[in-house]
C-alpha cells in the first residue's frame, strides 16, 4: 500500500470520530496524532504500513465510545452551562441519539402503549360521564318496575301513564316528573316532501325543564305545553326545512294533524342514553283504537317516566311511596308481585343490563364488563411495552458498561449513575407520550375505532394522565437503574471497561420472570380475543327459533301499511321467489308489546307479565317458528281472529298448560282467548335477555310492518323488486316505507358487541406484535451476550439448530408454561363477560388448542430469524473482534 | 495486573510523576509506564486523555501544541506548581502507605 494511501484511511478514520458528539476537534487533533504515533511504533517493530494501520485501528475502534462518554461526562461534570438537571438531560439526549437504533424500538413501544392507553382510557372514561352533562343529573332517576318471576326478575323501564301526574302532587320530595311515551314511526310531512321519522317522542313540557337538551331558537320558553307541537334536533330542522327558519312553520304528521314547530334543539349530545330527533307535545298523544287502556291507567305499563328529586331529598326515602302509591291505586288489578324502583340517572346507561330495552335506538347502554375488559387490555399492553423498555435496556446496559465503568473512574457517584439512567427513562416516557396522545387525537379526530366521544376535553383528566405518565417513567426508569446498578456494582471497574460482565443470578432470573410474563400476557390476550371472536359467532349464528336469513321487511305507519298490505299480498305471492307474506305487530328487533295474563281457572294474582305480537295467518310459515302443539291461526276458522291465542312453550308452562284441550286464559285485562297452539320459544329479544312468556294473536290494531319471506339468497334483484311490488300496490301514492333485510336490521341489536370486538382485536393484534418484538428482542439479547459460547461450539461442529435450542431453551419452556397458565386464567377472566348475556358460548378446548398453536408459531418465528443470525455468522470474524 | 481500586487511586499521581520529568505527550506516556512497570500496567487512551484533560481543567498541568518537524502538531502536557504541590502531597501520602506495609510485612528496603 502507497503512503498516500495510508495517509488516506487515516483520513477516514479520522472523520470517522466527528460522528462522536462528545469529541470537540481538539481531541480529534490530540488523537490523531496518538493513532499516529501507535502506526510509526508498529511499523518500527517490522510490520508493514497497512498491516500497522489494521493493528492500530482494532485497538483504538472499541475505544471510541468510551472516549466520546468520558469526553462527554467529564464536560458535563465541570461544564458551567446549566445545573445539574439540565446535565442530566442532556446526557440522556445524547445518549438516545447514539443508540438511536435502540431508541426507536424504544420509542414504538412506549408510543403505541401510552396511546393505547390514552385512547382507551379517554374511551372509558368518557362511557362513565355518560348523561354527565345535564345541570340536574344527580337528582335524576328513572322509574323501573320489577317482575318477580320464577325463572328470575325481569325489569322494565316503564310505568303507568296515571302515575307521573299522582307523582308531583303527592310527594313534596319531588320536584319534577316528566313522561315520555315513543314513537315507532311517523310520518312527518313539510308541504309535498314527506319523511318517516322514528327516532321521536311524545314528551312531558317538563322534560326540557329537567334535562339539559338547550334550545337554540324557541317561540317561548314553555316549548311542550300545548298540544299539537313540535320540537326538532337541528339536524331533523335542516332535514325538513332546508336553510330556512322553522320556528312557527307547520308540519303535518301522518297526513292526520297539523304540528306548529315552537323550537330548534342543539343535536342530542353523543353521550346521551335518550336519544331522539323530535319531540312531540304529551298532550298531542291519543290512546289508538283498540287499546283497552286510556291515561288514567295504573295497570299499562307502557310510559318512561323520570323523577326529579328536591336537591336536599333522598331517593331512598321515597321508593317505597312510590311503590305503595301504586299498588294503592292498582289494587283492583292484577299485578301485585310488581315492585316499583328509582334508577338514578348515573347508572342508567352502565347499569341496565338486566333491564329490558323495549325501545331499541331511543336507548343506549353499555356493560361496565367490557369497559373493564378494554381497560384491561390498555393495562396488558402498558405492561408489555414496559417489559420491552426494560429488557431492551438491560441488554444494551451490556453495551453501555463501558461507559459507565469509565464514569465511575472519573468519579461519578452510584447516585449520579441512578440518576442519569432514571432521566433517560422518563425523557422516552416522554416523547413517547406526546407521541402517543398525537396518535390517540388521530384515532379520535378520523374516527379510526368505534368511538363516537369527544377526545379528551377534561383538564382534570388530562392532569391525571401527565401524573400517570410521569409514574410510568419513574418506575420504568427505577426498574432499569435497579437492574444495571447491580451489574455495575458487582463488577470490577476493570471488567466493566472490558465489558466482561456476564448477566446471571438475579438478573438471569428477572429475564426469566420477564419472558414468562410476556408470553402469559400473549397467550392470555390470544385467547380473550378469541373468546369476545366467537361469542360475536355465537349471537349472530345462534338458532334464534327463526329463519331470520331469508326475510324483507318493510315498516311504516299503521295506514301506509294498511292501505296497501292487501294488493301488494296478492302481488308478491304470485311471484315464485316469493315463500310468504305476514303483516305483524314488532319485527324481532327487542321491541315487543307486553301485558298481564292468567287462566281462566286460575285468580289474577297469579297473573304472568307476557309478551305479544299480533300477527297475520302466514307468520309461522313467513318465519320459520316451529309449532310445538295445536294449530296455527286458519282462515277456516273466523273465531281465531278474536277468540284464539297461540303461546310459547314458556308461557305455556309458566300457567302449567300441557295438553290442549279448550284452556282458555285472561289477557290484557279481561280478554278471553282460547289457547289453540304453543310454539317454540323464539328469540324476540336480543341475546342479552331470556325469552320469557311470548304470545301470539291476530290483530286488533292496525299493523305497521309486513314481512316477506323468499327464496334465494340476499340481493339486490329481490330487494329491487319487493321495492317494485310495494310501490305498485300503493299506486307509488304511499307514505314512505323503511324496506331491509332482517338479520341486517338484527344485526344493529349486537353493535355494541361489533364494536369491542374490532376494538378488542385492534388492541389485542398490537399487544401481541408488541409481545413478539420483545420476543426477539429477547432471544437477540441472550444470543448476543452468549456469542462467543456460540462461536466456540460452532468452530467445535456443533450444528445451529442444536445452539439454538441450547441458547433459546427458556424460550421455548416459558412459551409452553405460560400457554398452559393462560387457558383457564383467560376463561375465568371472560366468564365474568360471557355472564352479561343470557345465551353464550362456552369456551372450550378449541379456544386453548389455537392459542399455544399461536404461541408456539410466534416463537418458532423468532427462533427461525434467530437460526437465520447463528448460521450466517463468520465465528472467527467475531472472536477475533471480540 | 493490578486491581481497579490500585489503578484508579495511582493514575494521577503516576502522571503528575511523569511529568515532573519534564514534558510530555498521551502516547508517550502510556508507553513509559507500560515499560515501567514492566507491562502490568497497560493504560488505554480512552482512560487516558479524560484524566489528563481533567487534571488540566484542574490546573495541575499545563498544555500546549508543539509543531513537529514532519509537520504534525502534538500537544504537550507539563507539570504546573499547583500539580507540583499536589504531587507533594501524594507523594507522601504514598510513602507513607509504603512505610505502613514495610513494617507490617517486614521488608526490607528495595534498595
Partial sequence: MSKSNIERE?????????????????????????????????????????????????????????????????????????????????VALRNLRRHWSYTIVNLLGLTVAIGSVITISTYVIGEFNYDGFHVNKKHIARVVNEYERESGTL?????????????????????????????????????????????GFYADSSFLQMFSFDLKSAASNRVLSEPNSIVLTESLAQKLFPNQQCVGQMLQMDNEKSLVVTGVLYDVPENSHIQFDFLISFQTYEVPDGYLADLHSWGWMGFLTYVQMQPESDMKTVEPLIERLYKVNNSSKSNTDIHINLQPLSQIYLGSGAIANPHGALFESNSKANLYSLMG????????????????????????????????????????????????????VWIASLLGLLISYLIFRFDLLPFSH??????????????????????????????????????????????????????????????????????????????????????????????AGGIISISGTPESIAESYALFEKMALQESVIEAVTPCSHAFAGSASGGPMHRDIHSPEQSIHTAYYQVGHDFLKTTGIALVQGRFFSKDTPSDTTASIVLNQQAASAMGITELDGQKVIFNNGRVFRVIGIVNDFHFRSLHHQIGPMALVMPFTVLDNVLVRFRDGHSA????????????????????????????????????????????????????????????GLTAASIHQKIRQICVRKIMGAGAVSIIVSVCRSSLLSAIGATVLAWPISILISGIWLDDYAYHYEPDIAVFLITALFVISITLLTLSIQYYKVNYTNPAQILRND | ??????????????????????????????????????????????????????????????????QLENGRKRKYYSLSDLGRSELAAKKS???EMMQLFSELWNLKPAV
Fill in chain 1, 10 to 90: 487515516i483520513l477516514i478514520w479520522k472523520k470517522s470520530l466527528f460522528k462522536y458528539a462528545g469529541l470537540e476537534p481538539e481531541d480529534i487533533e490530540e488523537l490523531e496524532d496518538h493513532f499516529r504515533s501507535k502506526i510509526d511504533d508498529l511499523v518500527e517493530q517490522g510490520l508493514s504500513e497497512k498491516a500497522a494501520f489494521d493493528q492500530a485501528q482494532d485497538e483504538f475502534s472499541s475505544e471510541y465510545t468510551v472516549l466520546d462518554h468520558a469526553y462527554q461526562t467529564s464536560r458535563s461534570r465541570f461544564g458551567v452551562s446549566g445545573g445539574l438537571l439540565s446535565t442530566f438531560v442532556k
Fill in chain 1, 155 to 199: 325489569r322494565y323501564p316503564l310505568a303507568p301513564p296515571a302515575l307521573g301526574p299522582a307523582l308531583t302532587g303527592q310527594f313534596p320530595e319531588v320536584k319534577r316528573v316528566t313522561r315520555l311515551r315513543t314513537i315507532d314511526r311517523m310520518i312527518l310531512a313539510q308541504g309535498s316532501r314527506e319523511f318517516l321519522e322514528s327516532k
Fill in chain 1, 377 to 428: 387490555i390498555a393495562l396488558l399492553i402498558m405492561i408489555i411495552a414496559g417489559f420491552n423498555y426494560v429488557n431492551i435496556n438491560i441488554a444494551t446496559m451490556q453495551a453501555r458498561l463501558k461507559e459507565l465503568g469509565m464514569r465511575r473512574v472519573l468519579g461519578s457517584s452510584r447516585s449520579k449513575l441512578f440518576l442519569q439512567i432514571l432521566s433517560e427513562a422518563i425523557i422516552n
Fill in chain 1, 454 to 547: 369527544q377526545w379528551i376535553t377534561s383538564l382534570s383528566y388530562l392532569l391525571g394522565l401527565g401524573i400517570f405518565l410521569i409514574g410510568i417513567g419513574v418506575v420504568l426508569g427505577s426498574v432499569i437503574a435497579l437492574a444495571s446498578r447491580r451489574a455495575i456494582s458487582s463488577a470490577s471497574t476493570l471488567s466493566l471497561l472490558k465489558s466482561e460482565v456476564t448477566s446471571g443470578g438475579s438478573h438471569g432470573m428477572l429475564k426469566n420472570a420477564i419472558l414468562f410474563g410476556q408470553y402469559l400476557i400473549a397467550a392470555g390476550l390470544i385467547a380473550a380475543t378469541m373468546i369476545v371472536m366467537k361469542q360475536i359467532d355465537f349471537m349472530n349464528n345462534k338458532d334464534l327459533g327463526y329463519d
Fill in chain 1, 717 to 776: 334483484e329481490t330487494y329491487a323488486m319487493i321495492e317494485r311490488l310495494w310501490n305498485q300496490a300503493s299506486m307509488n301514492q304511499s307514505s314512505p316505507v323503511n324496506i331491509r333485510f332482517l338479520d341486517e336490521s338484527l344485526a344493529t341489536q349486537y353493535k355494541k358487541e361489533a364494536d369491542l370486538e374490532t376494538v378488542v382485536r385492534a388492541f389485542s393484534l398490537l399487544a401481541i406484535l408488541l409481545s413478539c418484538i420483545g420476543l426477539l
Fill in chain 2, 1 to 66: 495486573m493490578f486491581n481497579k481500586e490500585l489503578i484508579g487511586a495511582s493514575t494521577v499521581p503516576l502522571i503528575l510523576t511523569v511529568l515532573l520529568s519534564g514534558e510530555n505527550y498521551g502516547y508517550e506516556l502510556i508507553k513509559k509506564v507500560k515499560m515501567l512497570s514492566n507491562g502490568k500496567l497497560e493504560w488505554s487512551e480512552a482512560m487516558l486523555y479524560p484524566v489528563l484533560h481533567r487534571l488540566e481543567r484542574d490546573g495541575f498541568i499545563h498544555s500546549k501544541w508543539h
Fill in chain 2, 93 to 95: 501520602d504514598w510513602i
